[in-house]
């Protein structure tokens, strides 16, 4: 993981049973890239969440760089 998402991004098995939280905050990465996905928009986010942009874009980024390291299968076609 590079420095900026280092910084950014905590995992402490007390907080949230392990899972990547924004720094000083409680906000799995996971709700802030589920809502987005949900079809929130940033400012929607930033709002619901009490988080910044940047944190959003954190988020995003921390996200992408999982998918670097996932392993991928091809999902079968519908019948």
């Known amino acids: ?3 900026s998402l280092h910084d950014s991004i ?15 905050t ?4 996971a709700i802030i890239i ?11 986010v ?3 969440y009490a988080v910044t942009q940047q944190q959003i874009l ?3 980024a921390y996200f992408a760089e999982l998918l670097n390291y996932e392993t991928i ?4 076609k519908a019948s």
């Open 73 to 76: 299968y091809p999902m079968e």
């Open 46 to 48: 930033m709002q619901e």
């Open 1 to 3: 993981m590079n420095t």
């Open 58 to 60: 954190t988020s995003l």
């Open 10 to 24: 905590t995992i402490d098995t007390e907080i949230q049973h392990g899972k990547p939280v924004l720094k000083g």
């Open 34 to 44: 589920g809502s987005l996905a949900g079809g929130m928009s940033y400012e929607e």
């Open 26 to 29: 409680r906000i799995p990465i």
